[in-house]
């Protein structure tokens, strides 16, 4: 039931699937098509015609007191995807408990747009038919649900839609028409054949149906342009026309064609639910209609983005404490001391960050990521400690005789050498390039480099030519890194108490790539849990 949140607003399925278990115990003809999966919960065969019809037949005996009969070898309808439909006609017409009038074109066997329509609204329905089995089923199943006052059923001859339909109630201004056409154009496609992405997984239910009821020249997109013919002929005779689409890609070909013939009003919705996903199109030659506007894009601005997050249990906040202390953390408060933590770890991964206003007992960062600097970074470290014990050793008496011997022009100080060429091996993948510790001149000569309090600073051979004072040298602590133009991405990290744990939350805020905050996150994640495993 993954695009249940997607339905319909009032359709019952929405927050409430079917109970399998409780209309299993309820009707003895479907519970034996329940079984109890390995979690133990009660589920249903979908790939079994049988399991599909006791399911529909069920649902709308207890959800709308209707008895219908349907035969195997006729399409079997599921009830939430058509109570969808009703409901956006609905919305169409503003016919929600109003008396309407539709024409339902291709009933099929269960007739249930008509039921449905009539049992929640009252309206009155023309429903056509071609099919000689589906029109008798149609007919029995609106008459033993005393609906012959509401439904007509009309056999019609084959390719009929609307103009012959409508050719003997020539005054009746109907307010709108409903249709789910046949979505394929040969056996081929109906099947999947050269019609289905290969990435996508294969159907999770069966496939029923007679040959008109899925099947027509050139499949669902001529079928709609046929009606799209005929309501250019009748005109303001419909207040709405309206068809189902099986294939979102019939969408925009049909807009297009409605576009060129020049009408007024179009507009177009989803059905979502359970694993299945249907399209609606509908247009208007009214100019007083009020229009819908897609509910994809409603959902789209109201959809909730849930945060990345972690939880950091009361039991290791005491150890957490007690090495953000060690890096000069005096607060008590547990949301600190993990914020001062995570602050370690993004400086480490030269992430940078803002703090953020925020309420008590909170901490709020903005978080911009330049460059993946987490990942691998267990390699990274095994390279760095091998790179490490791979670096020569200077001998013992050399480092000592470098340490009575005063530095020189001519001769450069082996020990300087030595380490600072071990630290650019540490830090630095390429190894070729000259120690930063004995630049050569012009003439072949040595320049020494001396450092002050400070820290190392390289002079340059014109500096020292002109004998400048070393402590002048010394370059002011540049400002924090400012946001870069450009960058990875940005989030924002929440850092809270609830109840006595430690909650983290990741929000993401913009960038290129949103699998990247979740490698942070995780990286976040395990860099805390290691300071609580570490002595």
Same mark, same amino acid.
């Given at each position: 039931?993954?695009?249940?949140?997607?339905?319909?607003?009032?359709?019952?399925?929405k927050?409430?699937?079917?109970?399998?278990?409780y209309?299993?115990s309820?009707?003895?003809?479907?519970q034996?098509?329940?079984?109890?999966?390995?979690?133990?919960?009660?589920?249903?065969?979908f790939?079994?015609?049988?399991a599909?019809?006791?399911?529909?037949?069920?649902?709308l005996?207890?959800?709308f007191?209707?008895?219908?009969?349907?035969?195997?070898?006729?399409?079997?309808?599921?009830?939430?995807?058509?109570?969808?439909?009703?409901?956006?006609?609905?919305?169409?017409?503003?016919g929600? =408990?109003? #008396?309407? $009038?539709?024409?339902?074109?291709?009933?099929?066997?269960? *007739?249930?747009?008509p039921? %449905?329509?009539?049992?929640?609204?009252?309206?009155?329905?023309?429903?056509?038919e071609?099919d000689d089995?589906?029109?008798?089923f149609?007919t029995?199943?609106?008459?033993?649900?005393?609906?012959?006052?509401?439904i007509?059923v009309?056999k019609?001859?084959?390719k009929?839609?609307?103009?012959?339909?409508?050719?003997?109630?020539t005054?009746?201004?109907y307010?709108?028409?409903?249709?789910?056409?046949?979505?394929?154009?040969?056996?081929?496609e109906?099947?999947?054949?050269?019609?289905?992405?290969?990435?996508?997984?294969?159907?999770?239910?069966?496939?029923?149906?007679?040959?008109?009821?899925i099947?027509?020249?050139?499949g669902?997109?001529?079928?709609?342009?046929?009606?799209?013919?005929?309501?250019l002929?009748? =005109?303001? #005779?419909? $207040?709405?026309y309206?068809?189902?689409?099986g294939?979102k *890609?019939?969408?925009?070909? %049909?807009k297009?064609?409605?576009?060129?013939?020049?009408?007024?009003?179009?507009?177009?919705?989803?059905?979502?639910q359970g694993?299945?996903?249907r399209?609606?199109?509908?247009?208007?030659?009214?100019d007083?209609?009020i229009?819908p506007?897609p509910?994809?894009?409603?959902?789209?601005l109201?959809?909730?983005?849930?945060?990345?997050?972690?939880?950091?249990?009361e039991a290791?906040?005491?150890?957490?404490?007690?090495k953000a202390?060690g890096?000069g953390?005096?607060s008590?408060?547990?949301v600190d001391?993990?914020?001062?933590l995570?602050?370690?770890?993004?400086?480490?991964?030269r992430?940078?960050?803002?703090?953020?206003?925020c309420?008590?007992?909170?901490?709020?960062?903005?978080l911009?990521?330049?460059?993946?600097?987490?990942?691998?970074?267990?390699?990274?470290?095994r390279?760095?400690?091998?790179?490490?014990r791979?670096?020569?050793?200077a001998?013992?008496?050399?480092?000592?005789?470098?340490?009575?011997?005063?530095a020189?022009?001519?001769?450069?100080?082996?020990?300087?050498?030595?380490?600072?060429?071990?630290?650019?091996?540490?830090s630095?993948?390429d190894?070729?390039?000259?120690?930063?510790?004995s630049?050569?001149?012009?003439?072949?000569?040595g320049?020494a480099?001396?450092?002050?309090k400070?820290?190392?600073?390289d002079?340059?051979?014109?500096?020292a030519?002109?004998?400048e004072d070393?402590?002048?040298?010394?370059?002011p602590?540049s400002?924090?890194?400012q946001?870069?133009?450009?960058?990875?991405?940005?989030?924002?990290l929440?850092?809270?108490?609830?109840?006595?744990?430690?909650?983290?939350?990741?929000?993401?805020v913009?960038?290129?790539?949103?699998?990247l905050?979740?490698?942070l996150?995780?990286?976040?994640?395990?860099?805390?849990f290691?300071?609580?495993?570490k002595?």
């Open positions: 039931m993954a695009l249940n949140k997607s339905m319909h607003p009032r359709n019952r399925y927050d409430k699937p079917p109970d399998f278990a209309l299993a309820k009707y003895p003809d479907f034996q098509h329940v079984h109890t999966s390995l979690t133990g919960r009660p589920v249903v065969n790939k079994e015609p049988e599909v019809r006791a399911l529909t037949c069920t649902l005996k207890e959800d007191g209707l008895t219908i009969e349907i035969p195997l070898e006729r399409l079997i309808p599921t009830v939430p995807l058509r109570l969808n439909y009703i409901h956006w006609v609905e919305d169409l017409i503003n929600q =408990k109003q #008396r309407r $009038r539709g024409i339902d074109i291709g009933t099929g066997a269960s *007739c249930i747009y039921l %449905l329509g009539a049992t929640m609204n009252g309206w009155y329905f023309l429903a056509t071609v089995i589906c029109f008798d149609a029995k199943n609106v008459e033993q649900n005393n609906m012959s006052d509401l007509k009309v019609v001859p084959q009929t839609l609307l103009m012959d339909a409508l050719k003997e109630e005054e009746i201004v307010d709108f028409c409903m249709c789910n056409p046949p979505f394929f154009a040969n056996q081929l109906a099947k999947g054949v050269n019609s289905r992405n290969s990435r996508r997984p294969p159907p999770s239910s069966v496939n029923t149906g007679g040959v008109t009821e099947m027509a020249e050139g669902e997109l001529e079928f709609v342009k046929r009606i799209i013919h005929d309501s002929q009748l =005109k303001k #005779r419909l $207040r709405w309206s068809c189902m689409l294939k *890609c019939s969408l925009t070909p %049909l297009e064609e409605l576009r060129k013939q020049g009408v007024p009003k179009v507009t177009h919705t989803e059905f979502c694993r299945t996903m399209w609606a199109l509908a247009w208007s030659f009214y007083d209609v229009v506007s509910p994809s894009k409603k959902r789209k109201e959809r909730v983005k849930k945060p990345l997050s972690f939880t950091l249990p290791c906040l005491k150890e957490l404490q007690t202390s890096l953390c005096t008590r408060n547990p001391a993990v914020a001062a995570l602050e370690k770890t993004l400086t480490d991964l992430v940078l960050y803002k703090h953020m206003p309420r008590k007992q909170e901490q709020s960062l903005i911009t990521a330049v460059e993946n600097t987490w990942i691998h970074g267990r390699q990274k470290r390279d760095q400690k091998r790179q490490l791979e670096l020569p050793r001998p013992h008496a050399a480092a000592a005789s470098c340490a009575t011997t005063p020189s022009a001519t001769t450069p100080p082996i020990q300087s050498e030595d380490n600072d060429d071990s630290r650019r091996n540490a630095e993948p190894v070729s390039d000259p120690p930063a510790s630049q050569l001149s012009a003439d072949g000569r320049v480099v001396q450092t002050d400070e820290g190392a600073h002079i340059s051979e014109e500096s030519c002109k004998d070393l402590e002048s040298s010394t370059e602590p400002d924090p890194p946001s870069p133009e450009h960058f990875l991405f940005k989030n924002l929440n850092i809270m108490m609830e109840e006595s744990d430690v909650v983290i939350e990741m929000h993401w913009e960038g290129s790539n949103k699998d905050m979740n490698q996150c995780t990286y976040l994640k395990n860099s805390l290691r300071f609580v495993g002595p």
